[in-house]
Protein backbone atom coordinates (compact mmCIF):
# COMPACT_ATOMS: atom_id res chain seq x y z
CA UNK A 1 0.00 0.00 0.00
CA UNK A 2 1.13 3.49 -0.70
CA UNK A 3 2.42 6.02 1.83
CA UNK A 4 -0.61 8.10 0.44
CA UNK A 5 -3.17 5.04 1.29
CA UNK A 6 -2.00 4.21 4.36
CA UNK A 7 -2.16 8.01 5.73
CA UNK A 8 -5.90 8.17 4.26
CA UNK A 9 -6.26 4.73 5.92
CA UNK A 10 -5.27 5.46 9.38
CA UNK A 11 -6.69 9.30 8.98
CA UNK A 12 -10.04 7.65 8.52
CA UNK A 13 -9.76 5.57 11.21
CA UNK A 14 -7.87 8.10 13.78
CA UNK A 15 -10.64 10.12 12.69
CA UNK A 16 -13.63 8.20 13.85
CA UNK A 17 -11.64 7.56 17.24
CA UNK A 18 -11.24 11.34 17.90
CA UNK A 19 -14.91 12.39 17.28
CA UNK A 20 -15.94 9.34 19.60
CA UNK A 21 -13.71 10.66 22.24
CA UNK A 22 -14.10 13.66 22.05
CA UNK A 23 -17.77 13.79 22.20
CA UNK A 24 -17.09 11.49 25.21
CA UNK A 25 -14.94 13.84 26.63
CA UNK A 26 -17.11 16.28 26.04
CA UNK A 27 -19.98 14.97 27.70
CA UNK A 28 -18.15 14.00 30.55
CA UNK A 29 -16.86 17.27 31.89
CA UNK A 30 -20.47 18.72 31.34
CA UNK A 31 -21.42 16.15 33.58
CA UNK A 32 -18.73 16.42 36.27
CA UNK A 33 -19.14 20.54 36.33
CA UNK A 34 -22.22 20.04 38.01
CA UNK A 35 -21.32 17.19 39.74
CA UNK A 36 -17.77 18.04 40.63
CA UNK A 37 -16.21 21.20 43.11
CA UNK A 38 -13.83 23.10 41.27
CA UNK A 39 -11.42 21.69 43.39
CA UNK A 40 -12.07 18.30 42.58
CA UNK A 41 -10.72 18.98 38.89
CA UNK A 42 -7.62 20.42 40.55
CA UNK A 43 -6.92 17.67 42.57
CA UNK A 44 -7.47 15.33 39.48
CA UNK A 45 -4.94 17.72 37.70
CA UNK A 46 -2.25 17.34 39.99
CA UNK A 47 -2.81 13.86 39.80
CA UNK A 48 -2.50 13.72 36.21
CA UNK A 49 0.89 16.19 36.47
CA UNK A 50 2.73 13.39 38.74
CA UNK A 51 1.42 10.54 36.54
CA UNK A 52 2.75 12.19 33.14
CA UNK A 53 6.22 13.54 34.89
CA UNK A 54 7.27 9.83 35.55
CA UNK A 55 5.94 8.83 32.64
CA UNK A 56 8.52 10.61 30.74
CA UNK A 57 11.46 8.00 32.37
CA UNK A 58 9.07 4.90 32.09
CA UNK A 59 9.36 4.60 28.21
CA UNK A 60 13.02 5.97 27.71
CA UNK A 61 11.86 7.02 24.10
CA UNK A 62 11.58 3.65 23.49
CA UNK A 63 8.16 4.37 21.16
CA UNK A 64 10.21 7.10 18.88
CA UNK A 65 13.07 4.50 18.37
CA UNK A 66 11.31 1.60 18.05
CA UNK A 67 9.47 3.38 15.09
CA UNK A 68 12.84 4.74 13.26
CA UNK A 69 14.60 1.48 13.56
CA UNK A 70 11.40 0.09 12.14
CA UNK A 71 12.93 -2.85 15.41
CA UNK A 72 12.06 -6.59 14.83
CA UNK A 73 14.53 -8.23 16.70
CA UNK A 74 12.66 -10.53 19.27
CA UNK A 75 15.40 -10.44 21.79
CA UNK A 76 15.57 -6.42 21.67
CA UNK A 77 12.57 -6.31 22.02
CA UNK A 78 11.66 -8.70 24.97
CA UNK A 79 14.46 -7.13 26.78
CA UNK A 80 12.92 -3.38 26.17
CA UNK A 81 9.55 -5.51 27.12
CA UNK A 82 10.77 -6.56 30.64
CA UNK A 83 12.95 -3.10 31.22
CA UNK A 84 9.70 -1.29 30.64
CA UNK A 85 7.73 -3.41 33.72
CA UNK A 86 10.96 -3.23 36.03
CA UNK A 87 10.59 0.78 35.33
CA UNK A 88 6.83 0.61 35.65
CA UNK A 89 7.28 -1.21 39.56
CA UNK A 90 9.77 1.09 40.62
CA UNK A 91 7.19 4.16 38.98
CA UNK A 92 4.48 2.48 41.18
CA UNK A 93 6.68 2.83 44.48
CA UNK A 94 7.53 6.41 43.76
CA UNK A 95 4.41 7.47 43.48
CA UNK A 96 2.65 5.94 46.43
CA UNK A 97 5.68 6.25 49.03
CA UNK A 98 6.38 9.66 47.57
CA UNK A 99 3.05 11.19 47.80
CA UNK A 100 2.96 12.76 51.26
CA UNK A 101 5.60 15.35 49.66
CA UNK A 102 3.46 16.43 47.17
CA UNK A 103 0.51 16.41 49.75
CA UNK A 104 2.86 19.16 51.92
CA UNK A 105 3.54 21.34 48.56
CA UNK A 106 -0.02 21.86 47.39
CA UNK A 107 -1.36 21.51 51.28
CA UNK A 108 -4.50 19.33 50.35
CA UNK A 109 -4.88 16.37 52.06
CA UNK A 110 -7.60 14.67 49.84
CA UNK A 111 -4.37 14.67 47.39
CA UNK A 112 -2.96 11.54 49.13
CA UNK A 113 -5.71 9.13 48.56
CA UNK A 114 -5.74 10.19 45.11
CA UNK A 115 -2.17 9.96 44.44
CA UNK A 116 -1.89 6.36 45.98
CA UNK A 117 -5.14 4.83 43.47
CA UNK A 118 -3.12 7.06 40.34
CA UNK A 119 -0.01 4.74 41.54
CA UNK A 120 -1.60 1.71 39.92
CA UNK A 121 -1.40 2.94 36.32
CA UNK A 122 2.64 2.66 35.61
CA UNK A 123 2.00 -1.28 36.12
CA UNK A 124 -1.32 -1.66 34.39
CA UNK A 125 -0.18 0.54 30.98
CA UNK A 126 3.24 -1.21 30.62
CA UNK A 127 2.31 -4.61 30.72
CA UNK A 128 0.54 -3.67 27.23
CA UNK A 129 2.65 -0.28 25.98
CA UNK A 130 5.03 -2.33 24.07
CA UNK A 131 2.56 -3.89 21.85
CA UNK A 132 0.89 -0.47 21.32
CA UNK A 133 4.16 0.62 20.14
CA UNK A 134 4.55 -2.24 17.16
CA UNK A 135 0.84 -1.45 16.33
CA UNK A 136 2.35 1.73 15.39
CA UNK A 137 5.26 0.74 13.79
CA UNK A 138 3.38 -1.77 11.54
CA UNK A 139 0.54 1.00 11.02
CA UNK A 140 -2.74 -1.06 12.07
CA UNK A 141 -4.41 2.63 12.92
CA UNK A 142 -8.06 0.50 12.72
CA UNK A 143 -6.97 -1.40 15.89
CA UNK A 144 -5.72 1.19 17.46
CA UNK A 145 -8.67 3.06 17.21
CA UNK A 146 -11.40 0.84 17.89
CA UNK A 147 -9.06 -0.13 21.04
CA UNK A 148 -9.15 3.23 22.24
CA UNK A 149 -12.94 3.85 21.57
CA UNK A 150 -14.03 0.95 23.75
CA UNK A 151 -11.27 1.19 26.34
CA UNK A 152 -12.77 5.51 25.81
CA UNK A 153 -16.64 4.56 26.97
CA UNK A 154 -15.67 1.96 29.62
CA UNK A 155 -13.65 4.81 31.65
CA UNK A 156 -16.17 7.70 30.70
CA UNK A 157 -19.39 5.68 32.47
CA UNK A 158 -16.93 4.38 35.17
CA UNK A 159 -16.23 7.83 35.96
CA UNK A 160 -19.71 9.91 35.09
CA UNK A 161 -20.91 5.92 37.43
CA UNK A 162 -18.82 7.12 40.58
CA UNK A 163 -18.82 10.60 40.43
CA UNK A 164 -22.93 10.40 40.84
CA UNK A 165 -21.91 8.12 43.99
CA UNK A 166 -20.30 10.93 45.59
CA UNK A 167 -16.58 9.75 44.56
CA UNK A 168 -15.59 13.12 43.54
CA UNK A 169 -12.00 13.50 42.77
CA UNK A 170 -11.69 9.44 42.81
CA UNK A 171 -14.06 9.07 39.98
CA UNK A 172 -11.83 10.48 37.52
CA UNK A 173 -9.02 8.56 38.67
CA UNK A 174 -11.15 5.15 38.50
CA UNK A 175 -12.36 5.66 35.45
CA UNK A 176 -9.04 6.58 34.39
CA UNK A 177 -7.31 2.73 35.91
CA UNK A 178 -10.59 1.03 33.80
CA UNK A 179 -10.13 2.09 30.46
CA UNK A 180 -6.40 2.09 30.56
CA UNK A 181 -7.14 -1.73 32.31
CA UNK A 182 -9.20 -3.00 29.55
CA UNK A 183 -6.82 -0.86 26.73
CA UNK A 184 -3.92 -3.32 28.34
CA UNK A 185 -5.70 -6.70 28.12
CA UNK A 186 -6.72 -5.82 24.54
CA UNK A 187 -3.25 -4.78 23.57
CA UNK A 188 -1.76 -7.89 24.73
CA UNK A 189 -4.53 -10.02 23.04
CA UNK A 190 -4.00 -8.37 19.48
CA UNK A 191 -0.52 -7.28 19.72
CA UNK A 192 0.55 -11.39 20.38
CA UNK A 193 0.47 -11.54 16.43
CA UNK A 194 3.70 -9.42 16.28
CA UNK A 195 5.92 -10.17 19.45
CA UNK A 196 5.73 -12.67 22.34
CA UNK A 197 8.53 -12.03 24.56
CA UNK A 198 10.76 -14.37 25.31
CA UNK A 199 12.78 -14.87 28.74
CA UNK A 200 15.95 -12.50 27.39
CA UNK A 201 17.42 -9.51 29.31
CA UNK A 202 20.52 -7.56 28.41
CA UNK A 203 20.57 -3.73 28.06
CA UNK A 204 24.07 -4.10 26.02
CA UNK A 205 21.15 -5.36 23.06
CA UNK A 206 19.35 -2.09 23.60
CA UNK A 207 22.04 0.39 23.85
CA UNK A 208 21.07 1.79 20.30
CA UNK A 209 17.81 2.42 21.59
CA UNK A 210 19.07 3.78 24.90
CA UNK A 211 21.10 6.78 23.54
CA UNK A 212 18.86 7.21 20.91
CA UNK A 213 16.23 7.97 24.30
CA UNK A 214 18.65 9.92 26.04
CA UNK A 215 17.52 13.35 24.10
CA UNK A 216 14.19 12.28 24.04
CA UNK A 217 14.10 11.85 27.97
CA UNK A 218 16.07 15.23 27.72
CA UNK A 219 13.31 16.83 25.55
CA UNK A 220 10.56 15.25 27.11
CA UNK A 221 11.91 16.23 30.52
CA UNK A 222 12.15 20.11 29.58
CA UNK A 223 8.53 19.79 27.49
CA UNK A 224 6.58 18.66 30.79
CA UNK A 225 8.08 21.66 32.86
CA UNK A 226 7.41 23.99 29.78
CA UNK A 227 3.71 22.48 29.65
CA UNK A 228 2.88 22.43 33.36
CA UNK A 229 4.66 24.83 35.00
CA UNK A 230 1.23 27.02 34.93
CA UNK A 231 -0.17 23.73 36.96
CA UNK A 232 2.72 23.32 39.36
CA UNK A 233 2.51 27.49 39.83
CA UNK A 234 -1.05 27.71 40.30
CA UNK A 235 -1.37 24.67 42.65
CA UNK A 236 1.59 25.76 44.91
CA UNK A 237 0.71 29.44 44.91
CA UNK A 238 -3.11 30.08 44.21
CA UNK A 239 -4.36 26.63 45.29
CA UNK A 240 -6.39 23.61 43.79
CA UNK A 241 -9.60 26.01 43.99
CA UNK A 242 -8.23 28.15 41.24
CA UNK A 243 -6.86 25.30 39.69
CA UNK A 244 -9.77 23.83 38.95
CA UNK A 245 -10.92 26.82 36.87
CA UNK A 246 -7.79 26.98 35.09
CA UNK A 247 -7.79 23.25 34.14
CA UNK A 248 -10.90 23.18 32.97
CA UNK A 249 -10.71 26.31 30.55
CA UNK A 250 -7.12 24.77 29.40
CA UNK A 251 -8.88 21.26 28.74
CA UNK A 252 -12.36 23.37 26.50
CA UNK A 253 -9.75 25.73 24.79
CA UNK A 254 -6.83 23.39 23.96
CA UNK A 255 -8.70 19.99 23.71
CA UNK A 256 -8.95 20.38 19.83
CA UNK A 257 -5.62 20.58 19.45
CA UNK A 258 -4.49 18.28 21.99
CA UNK A 259 -6.56 15.62 20.38
CA UNK A 260 -6.38 16.41 16.78
CA UNK A 261 -2.48 16.83 16.74
CA UNK A 262 -0.86 13.88 18.43
CA UNK A 263 -3.19 11.94 15.92
CA UNK A 264 -2.35 13.25 13.08
CA UNK A 265 1.75 13.17 13.88
CA UNK A 266 0.85 9.25 14.94
CA UNK A 267 -0.55 8.67 11.71
CA UNK A 268 2.65 10.75 9.96
CA UNK A 269 5.50 9.84 12.05
CA UNK A 270 5.85 6.24 10.97
CA UNK A 271 5.55 6.89 7.42
CA UNK A 272 7.46 9.78 7.33
CA UNK A 273 10.28 7.99 9.07
CA UNK A 274 10.44 5.79 5.71
CA UNK A 275 10.97 9.15 3.60
CA UNK A 276 13.96 10.47 6.01
CA UNK A 277 16.95 10.42 3.26
CA UNK A 278 14.39 12.33 0.70
CA UNK A 279 13.91 15.85 2.35
CA UNK A 280 12.04 17.37 -0.29
CA UNK A 281 8.88 14.44 0.17
CA UNK A 282 9.76 15.22 3.91
CA UNK A 283 8.89 18.90 3.84
CA UNK A 284 6.58 18.27 1.34
CA UNK A 285 4.62 15.87 4.41
CA UNK A 286 5.22 18.70 6.92
CA UNK A 287 3.37 21.22 4.81
CA UNK A 288 0.33 19.41 4.39
CA UNK A 289 0.17 18.55 8.05
CA UNK A 290 0.51 21.92 9.29
CA UNK A 291 -1.89 23.18 6.56
CA UNK A 292 -4.17 20.36 7.59
CA UNK A 293 -3.48 21.21 11.28
CA UNK A 294 -4.39 25.07 10.62
CA UNK A 295 -7.55 23.92 8.59
CA UNK A 296 -9.18 21.95 10.95
CA UNK A 297 -7.85 24.11 14.28
CA UNK A 298 -8.15 27.69 13.54
CA UNK A 299 -12.06 27.33 12.68
CA UNK A 300 -12.79 25.83 15.74
CA UNK A 301 -10.68 27.97 17.99
CA UNK A 302 -11.99 31.06 16.54
CA UNK A 303 -15.38 29.93 17.03
CA UNK A 304 -15.05 28.87 20.87
CA UNK A 305 -13.45 32.43 21.19
CA UNK A 306 -16.53 34.11 19.51
CA UNK A 307 -19.25 31.54 21.68
CA UNK A 308 -17.06 30.98 25.19
CA UNK A 309 -19.93 33.31 27.20
CA UNK A 310 -22.99 32.11 25.69
CA UNK A 311 -21.39 28.46 25.61
CA UNK A 312 -20.00 28.09 29.43
CA UNK A 313 -23.18 28.72 30.74
CA UNK A 314 -25.41 26.41 29.22
CA UNK A 315 -23.03 23.65 29.17
CA UNK A 316 -20.74 23.80 32.51
CA UNK A 317 -23.98 25.07 34.59
CA UNK A 318 -23.54 28.26 37.05
CA UNK A 319 -19.97 28.76 39.08
CA UNK A 320 -17.55 28.65 36.06
CA UNK A 321 -17.31 31.80 34.47
CA UNK A 322 -14.42 32.43 35.97
CA UNK A 323 -13.10 30.26 32.74
CA UNK A 324 -14.69 32.55 30.08
CA UNK A 325 -11.47 34.98 29.85
CA UNK A 326 -9.08 32.52 30.35
CA UNK A 327 -10.50 30.42 27.27
CA UNK A 328 -10.07 33.51 25.30
CA UNK A 329 -6.51 33.65 25.95
CA UNK A 330 -5.95 30.26 25.62
CA UNK A 331 -7.42 30.28 22.46
CA UNK A 332 -4.59 32.41 20.58
CA UNK A 333 -2.34 29.85 22.68
CA UNK A 334 -4.01 26.73 20.65
CA UNK A 335 -3.84 28.30 17.36
CA UNK A 336 0.21 28.74 17.98
CA UNK A 337 0.46 25.59 19.65
CA UNK A 338 -0.96 23.39 16.76
CA UNK A 339 0.89 25.49 13.91
CA UNK A 340 3.96 24.13 15.54
CA UNK A 341 3.22 20.32 17.05
CA UNK A 342 4.64 18.75 13.72
CA UNK A 343 8.25 19.90 14.62
CA UNK A 344 8.82 16.89 16.81
CA UNK A 345 7.85 14.68 13.45
CA UNK A 346 10.75 16.08 11.26
CA UNK A 347 13.11 16.02 14.38
CA UNK A 348 12.45 12.42 14.80
CA UNK A 349 12.07 11.21 11.20
CA UNK A 350 15.70 12.99 10.36
CA UNK A 351 16.82 11.56 13.07
CA UNK A 352 18.08 14.66 15.26
CA UNK A 353 15.63 14.52 18.48
CA UNK A 354 18.52 16.68 20.14
CA UNK A 355 17.10 19.84 18.89
CA UNK A 356 14.14 19.48 20.24
CA UNK A 357 15.96 19.06 23.83
CA UNK A 358 17.99 22.50 23.01
CA UNK A 359 14.80 24.21 22.05
CA UNK A 360 12.85 23.40 25.37
CA UNK A 361 16.10 24.19 27.31
CA UNK A 362 15.91 27.46 25.54
CA UNK A 363 12.31 27.94 26.24
CA UNK A 364 12.23 26.75 29.67
CA UNK A 365 15.09 29.28 30.68
CA UNK A 366 13.25 32.45 29.58
CA UNK A 367 9.70 30.68 30.63
CA UNK A 368 10.49 29.91 34.20
CA UNK A 369 11.48 33.76 35.14
CA UNK A 370 8.37 35.03 33.03
CA UNK A 371 5.60 32.88 34.91
CA UNK A 372 6.76 33.39 37.99
CA UNK A 373 6.64 36.95 37.76
CA UNK A 374 3.37 37.01 36.33
CA UNK A 375 1.97 34.79 38.69
CA UNK A 376 2.63 36.66 41.77
CA UNK A 377 2.01 39.91 39.94
CA UNK A 378 -1.49 38.98 38.27
CA UNK A 379 -2.36 36.03 39.82
CA UNK A 380 -3.97 33.37 37.55
CA UNK A 381 -4.36 35.89 33.91
CA UNK A 382 -0.82 36.29 34.42
CA UNK A 383 0.27 32.96 34.09
CA UNK A 384 -2.29 32.54 30.87
CA UNK A 385 -0.72 35.77 29.17
CA UNK A 386 2.74 33.94 30.20
CA UNK A 387 2.15 31.15 28.28
CA UNK A 388 0.60 32.92 25.42
CA UNK A 389 3.69 35.05 24.99
CA UNK A 390 6.02 32.39 25.60
CA UNK A 391 3.89 29.86 23.41
CA UNK A 392 4.63 32.75 20.23
CA UNK A 393 8.17 32.86 21.27
CA UNK A 394 8.75 29.29 20.81
CA UNK A 395 6.69 29.27 17.85
CA UNK A 396 9.16 31.72 16.26
CA UNK A 397 12.24 29.34 17.05
CA UNK A 398 10.21 26.23 15.71
CA UNK A 399 10.29 27.88 12.67
CA UNK A 400 13.70 28.54 12.51
CA UNK A 401 14.74 24.55 13.34
CA UNK A 402 12.49 23.58 10.36
CA UNK A 403 14.21 25.69 8.11
CA UNK A 404 17.19 23.95 9.27
CA UNK A 405 16.40 20.67 8.94
CA UNK A 406 14.21 20.56 5.95
CA UNK A 407 15.33 23.88 4.29
CA UNK A 408 13.30 26.80 2.61
CA UNK A 409 9.31 26.69 3.53
CA UNK A 410 8.07 29.66 4.96
CA UNK A 411 6.49 31.31 1.32
CA UNK A 412 4.51 28.01 0.97
CA UNK A 413 3.70 27.96 4.77
CA UNK A 414 2.42 31.43 4.46
CA UNK A 415 -0.05 30.88 0.97
CA UNK A 416 -1.64 28.09 3.11
CA UNK A 417 -2.32 29.26 6.75
CA UNK A 418 -3.58 32.76 4.86
CA UNK A 419 -6.65 30.69 3.83
CA UNK A 420 -7.99 29.31 6.78
CA UNK A 421 -7.03 32.86 8.91
CA UNK A 422 -9.04 34.71 5.92
CA UNK A 423 -12.03 32.37 6.33
CA UNK A 424 -12.39 32.25 10.07
CA UNK A 425 -12.19 35.85 9.91
CA UNK A 426 -14.86 36.08 7.42
CA UNK A 427 -16.99 34.07 10.11
CA UNK A 428 -16.15 35.99 12.70
CA UNK A 429 -17.49 39.18 11.04
CA UNK A 430 -21.22 37.28 10.32
CA UNK A 431 -21.33 35.73 14.00
CA UNK A 432 -20.31 39.14 15.48
CA UNK A 433 -23.32 40.56 12.68
CA UNK A 434 -25.69 38.11 13.99
CA UNK A 435 -24.91 39.08 17.88
CA UNK A 436 -25.49 42.94 17.18
CA UNK A 437 -28.56 43.13 15.03
CA UNK A 438 -30.54 39.68 16.24
CA UNK A 439 -29.71 37.80 18.82
CA UNK A 440 -26.87 36.96 21.45
CA UNK A 441 -27.77 34.91 24.46
CA UNK A 442 -29.63 31.87 24.93
CA UNK A 443 -29.62 28.23 23.37
CA UNK A 444 -31.68 29.44 19.98
CA UNK A 445 -29.39 32.03 19.41
CA UNK A 446 -26.36 29.86 20.22
CA UNK A 447 -26.98 27.37 18.11
CA UNK A 448 -27.70 29.03 14.63
CA UNK A 449 -24.22 31.47 15.73
CA UNK A 450 -22.79 28.36 15.70
CA UNK A 451 -24.49 27.02 12.68
CA UNK A 452 -23.82 30.24 10.50
CA UNK A 453 -20.38 29.97 11.33
CA UNK A 454 -19.96 26.29 10.21
CA UNK A 455 -21.53 27.06 7.00
CA UNK A 456 -19.31 30.24 6.04
CA UNK A 457 -15.86 28.26 7.22
CA UNK A 458 -17.34 25.20 5.12
CA UNK A 459 -18.94 27.26 2.04
CA UNK A 460 -15.43 29.38 2.00
CA UNK A 461 -13.22 25.99 2.19
CA UNK A 462 -15.52 24.45 -0.40
CA UNK A 463 -15.37 27.28 -3.06
CA UNK A 464 -11.34 28.37 -2.47
CA UNK A 465 -9.65 24.70 -0.95
CA UNK A 466 -11.10 21.53 -1.19
CA UNK A 467 -13.68 21.20 -4.42
CA UNK A 468 -16.22 18.53 -4.41
CA UNK A 469 -14.62 16.28 -6.87
CA UNK A 470 -11.39 16.23 -4.38
CA UNK A 471 -14.08 15.29 -1.53
CA UNK A 472 -15.33 12.38 -4.23
CA UNK A 473 -11.86 11.16 -4.83
CA UNK A 474 -11.07 11.02 -1.26
CA UNK A 475 -14.48 9.26 -0.06
CA UNK A 476 -13.73 6.66 -2.82
CA UNK A 477 -10.11 6.11 -1.35
CA UNK A 478 -11.31 5.47 1.95
Same mark, same amino acid.
Given at each position: ???????I????????S????T???????????R?????S??????S?LVI??????????????????????H???????? $?N?????A &? !?V =???? /??? #? %???????P???E?????A?????V??????????????????????????????????????Y?G????????G??A???L??????????????????F? $?????D?? &? !?? =???? /?D? #? %?????????????G??L?????????????????????????I????????A??????EQ???????????????????L??????????I????GSG???????????? !?????S?L????????????K?K??????????????????????????????????I?????????F????Y???D??K?F??N????????L?M????????????????FH?????????L?Y?G?????????SE????????
Open positions: MSNKKLASGAKWTTITVVNVLQFVQIAILALLEPSFGIVSITTFLGIFAHFGFSNSIVYKQESDKVLSTIYF $LLMIGA &M !F =IIYF /GSP #L %LVMYYKERLLVLHISFYFPIFLGQIYNILLEKELKFRSLALTEIVCSILATSVTIVLAQFQAKSLVFLLGQTKMIVQNIIGRVYFSPVWYR $LKEIKHL &M !FG =IYNI /GS #L %LGFANSNMDTILIGVGVKELGYYTIASQIAIYPVARICPIVQICYPIMRMKENLLKGAYLKIVDFLSYVNIPLAGLYLMAANVPLIYWDETVPLIKIFV !FTGIFCMYPLSTVAYSTGPLLFYLNLITLIIKFPLIYFMAKQYGIMGIAYGFLMTFITLILNVLIQMVGFMTLEIAKPVLFSAAVVILLYKQFIGNTGVTIVQIAIGGVGLTLKYKLSLIKNLKQSL
